[in-house]
């Protein structure tokens, strides 16, 4: 399994089958770090081992992800937002970071509603940044 995480108080998350079709996205504002901290291993206890966390942002929310993965003998990779923007999105498409959330929603929706799977009724850009954090690791880091 992996599993996409956009780093914040407020994560974006994606599950996808190790084959790339996704499981779920969503969204959770855990408030504070150490709801998060409490929240995680809900999230990686399910996973097999040998899963995969790939994480947009460092840090300390960061830390709190990377720890708990160890625990579970989950791989850890870490990326910026620059190394999968630059392969999705034209340069014009990511100026400001108005324009790139909005072009990360649009695009995300896009992507999930062409895969077969149900849709959500509305997508956060923390969720849709996840979505394409996966996406583009299957599709453009690991081939």
């Given at each position: 399994?992996?599993?996409?995480?956009?780093?914040?108080?407020?994560?974006?998350?994606?599950?996808?089958e190790?084959?790339?079709?996704?499981?779920?996205v969503?969204?959770?504002?855990?408030?504070?770090?150490?709801?998060?901290?409490?929240?995680v291993?809900g999230?990686?206890?399910?996973?097999?081992?040998?899963?995969?966390?790939?994480?947009?942002?460092?840090g300390?929310?960061s830390?709190?992800?990377?720890?708990?993965?160890?625990?579970?003998?989950?791989?850890?990779?870490?990326?910026?937002a620059?190394?999968?923007?630059k392969?999705?999105?034209?340069?014009?498409?990511?100026?400001?970071?108005v324009k790139?959330?909005?072009?990360?929603?649009?695009?995300?929706?896009?992507?999930?509603?062409?895969?077969?799977v149900?849709?959500?009724?509305?997508?956060?850009?923390?969720?849709?940044?996840?979505?394409?954090?996966?996406?583009?690791?299957?599709?453009?880091?690991?081939k």
């Open positions: 399994m992996i599993l996409a995480v956009d780093l914040g108080v407020k994560t974006g998350m994606a599950l996808f190790p084959s790339g079709e996704l499981v779920w969503r969204s959770s504002n855990f408030g504070n770090a150490s709801r998060l901290r409490k929240a291993p999230f990686l206890n399910p996973l097999p081992e040998r899963s995969i966390l790939v994480m947009e942002g460092g300390a929310m830390e709190i992800w990377e720890k708990e993965a160890r625990k579970h003998n989950i791989s850890v990779i870490r990326i910026h620059g190394e999968w923007r392969d999705i999105f034209y340069q014009r498409e990511q100026r400001s970071g790139a959330k909005s072009n990360a929603l649009q695009l995300a929706m896009d992507l999930i509603r062409s895969s077969g149900a849709a959500p009724k509305s997508l956060t850009d923390d969720a849709a940044e996840a979505f394409l954090v996966g996406y583009w690791f299957i599709n453009y880091y690991l």
